[in-house]
C-alpha cells in the first residue's frame, strides 16, 4: 500500500513563474491538505481539500491556489513565484480531519525560486 | 492566539542515554495532540496521538504524556540510537468549524553522537 506520494520531488524555478505540485493521498484517504516549511521552520497550513472543495484555509495569498480531483489526488498551484516561497512543500492526507486519526505526510517537494 | 512552543530548541545527547522534550500549547479549544519525528529532508512521521482524557502513550522507545490542565506535553526517548536524529515536532489540534486544525510547534532538533 503506497504512503502519500508527492512530485516532483526537488524543483528550481524563477521569480515571477508558476509551479504545480502534485499529491497522491494514502489508499482510502480523502482528505488532502498542504503545507509550506522553510528551513528549521516547523510546517505552515496552506489549505486543505475534501470532495474538491477547499474546506480549510492558512494565512496564505491568493497566488496559492489548490485542487482536488474525483480520484482524491490534489495540486497546489503558486502564481508569481517570489523568493521567499522557496520552501519544502508537504502534502498530508487523512480519512476525515474531525477525528483523532492518524495524519501521513508525503516526503515533500523542494522548491527553491532564483 | 492558537500557539504550540516546544522546548529546546536542538538537543545533543549521547547514544544510550534519555531524553525528554517539551511542548507547551495555547490551543483552544483542544482536540488532540500528535507528535511527529522528521528526518531532515524527509516528511514527518507520525510517533503518537493523544486526546484530552489521555495522559500518556508509548511508541517503543517514545513515550509522550499529555497534562491537559497545564496544557503541557513530553516526550521521552529512551536508550537513544543514532537513528533518533532528527526533529521532532509537536502539533495540537484545535477545533473550529468542524474541522481539526493542526497548529504546529517549530520542533526540536535533536542530535544522538557515538
Known amino acids: 500500500d503506497a504512503g502519500v506520494t508527492q512530485s516532483p520531488t526537488h524543483l528550481i524555478k524563477t521569480r515571477g513563474q508558476q509551479v504545480t505540485l502534485r499529491c497522491s493521498p494514502k489508499s482510502g484517504h480523502d482528505t488532502v491538505s498542504w503545507y509550506q516549511q522553510a528551513l528549521g521552520q516547523g510546517p505552515q497550513f496552506i489549505f486543505q481539500?475534501?470532495?474538491?472543495?477547499?474546506?480549510q484555509r492558512g494565512n496564505f495569498p491568493d497566488r496559492f491556489s489548490g485542487h482536488q480531483f474525483p480520484n482524491y489526488s490534489s495540486e497546489l498551484n503558486v502564481n508569481a513565484l517570489l523568493l521567499g516561497d522557496s520552501a519544502l512543500y508537504l502534502c498530508?492526507?487523512?480519512?476525515?480531519?474531525?477525528?483523532?486519526?492518524?495524519?501521513?505526510f508525503g516526503e515533500g517537494s523542494w522548491l527553491t525560486v532564483v | 492566539k492558537n500557539q504550540v512552543e516546544q522546548s529546546p530548541q536542538s538537543l545533543i545527547i549521547l547514544e544510550g542515554k534519555n531524553c525528554t522534550l517539551q511542548?507547551?500549547?495555547?490551543?483552544?479549544?483542544?482536540?488532540?495532540l500528535r507528535w511527529y519525528k522528521q528526518d531532515t529532508g524527509r516528511g514527518p512521521v507520525s510517533l503518537t496521538i493523544m486526546t484530552f482524557s489521555e495522559n500518556t502513550k508509548s511508541n517503543g522507545r517514545y513515550t509522550a504524556t499529555l497534562d491537559a490542565d497545564t496544557k503541557q506535553s513530553s516526550l521521552h526517548i529512551t536508550a537513544s540510537q543514532l537513528s533518533d536524529s532528527a526533529s521532532y515536532i509537536c502539533?495540537?489540534?484545535?477545533?473550529?468549524?468542524?474541522?481539526?486544525?493542526?497548529?504546529f510547534g517549530a520542533g526540536t532538533r535533536l542530535a544522538v553522537h557515538p
Open positions: 481539500y475534501y470532495e474538491e472543495e477547499e474546506r
Open positions: 511542548c507547551n500549547y495555547t490551543v483552544s479549544p483542544f482536540s488532540n
Open positions: 502539533v495540537v489540534s484545535a477545533l473550529g468549524g468542524g474541522y481539526n486544525k493542526l497548529i
Open positions: 498530508a492526507s487523512s480519512t476525515d480531519s474531525y477525528s483523532g486519526n492518524t495524519i501521513y
